[in-house]
């Protein structure tokens, strides 16, 4: 049986925890979950920590302070590889991504995917909750995306996704140059050089249920010059 990391980064999502880690335990029980916190105000690594106590399947990783959502991943495809996992899956923490659809994700990527995308944007995909200009703002990225990096794959900014661990160990990091969420595309381009096999299935994104969103405009500006720059080359 293959060994299964699924990562969760947190940032103030103590009280989503508790419900998407059984949710997630329900869907593939045979998972550990790792959650990469950013030292969370709201106790969130303290829930963990204490949950650790009766669930071997849980794992805790925490940080100093908040360093973005690209070096979460990175920490966790770290772990995953020194941990010798076959597969990672990275989901948010907050109740948007809805585990009811890992079997599907893990299924495809065990066809012989090295990249599976839960996708908004393929036919079936669904996004539940979102203002019209939050979609717009989610489309022009994306289509952004597929042509300065020539993506062919067409949900790029979502975090939903599952990796073969041995094409991870292929990836030589130290080049990267996004840590917030313009590393999501960024991952996608550096895979595709790698020769990747991409995939997507249709999900159901959820607006997340408590909490704040953490993207906002600025964030977005920013992912679309670090895209121009990592697709034009003027950053290596």
Known sequence: ????????????????????TRQIFLMIPEADILVVDDSSPDGTADWVRERIKSESRLKLLQRPGKMGLGSAILAAMDYAETGGYDFFINLDADGSHPPRFLPAMLNKAKEGFDVVIGSRYVPGGKI????LPRKMMSRTINFYARWVLG??????????????????????????????YAFLEEMLFRLKKLGA???????????RRSGQSKLNIREALSALLLILLIGTGLRK
Request: hydrophobic share 40%.
């Open 1 to 20: 049986m293959p060994k299964i990391l699924i990562s969760l980064a947190t940032y103030n999502e103590r009280e989503n925890l508790p419900e998407l």
């Open 128 to 131: 539940r909750g979102w203002s």
């Open 151 to 180: 993506l062919k794959t067409r949900d790029n900014s979502g975090s939903f996704r599952c990796c073969r661990v041995a094409l991870l160990r292929k990836w030589d990091r130290t080049a990267i140059i996004a840590a917030g």
């Open 197 to 207: 096999a991409f995939a997507e299935i249709p999900i159901e994104f959820e607006e």
